[in-house]
């Protein structure tokens, strides 16, 4: 007898009879990351959501919960990070097309950048992301596959987060637009972390997120400049 990872109701064979889901969930590998992106575009997956519910309320719980084998009712990653970014491209879109008064040559690329290009970068740098998350937090306790799992859930999450938070923008005199961002997206992060790295010390697992975060921020900003200098 097998007990499910989903409804954990107990059953014998491949399949759990009651929900469908498998017994024995098979090992998130670059491989299996690959055929999903193929699966994106050409399939429809149900749990948009759920999965957007759960990692609002549990974040971190949710990633652990999918790589455990609980992906029936949930948004596959790279499907979720594709509606995501797609959501978030377009609002980024509205929101610097919006007139801000006089503005130098410098200003216009750059707010041409968040407008054209902020989320197609996010999107390239995803795997390094992962790498930096995965050499943090360890490389025994969670493959390379699996950490690139949770950061792609937890970016795209937080893609929809820096929507409103971008909005503020327009509100006369409101300079304080980027400390929001950093602030909600670094929460939202460690919280992740911790919830998915619950085995951890809480403060190890902190200081680890942080260094992460900055290294990412750093990179960010390093290749946000270079494409900028380019289109100058």
Known sequence: MQVCK???????GKYCSHCGETFQPDHITIHSILHEVVHTFTHADKGLLYTLKNLAIHPGTMQKNYLDGERKTNQKPFSLFFICASIAAIALHFVNTTPYGSQNHFDIVKENFYKNFFVILQAILLPVYAFLAWVFFGKKQINYAGML?????????????????????????????????????????ILTNLNFFSFQNRWVVIIKSIAVLLLSYLLFNFMANQVINFML
């Open 6 to 12: 989903h409804c954990h109701l107990a059953g014998e």
């Open 149 to 189: 799992v949770l950061t792609i859930y937890t970016i795209s999450f937080s893609l929809l987060i820096i929507i409103p938070l971008n909005f503020t923008g327009l509100i006369p005199g409101f300079t304080y637009q980027q400390y929001l961002e950093v602030l909600f997206l670094s929460v939202y992060t």
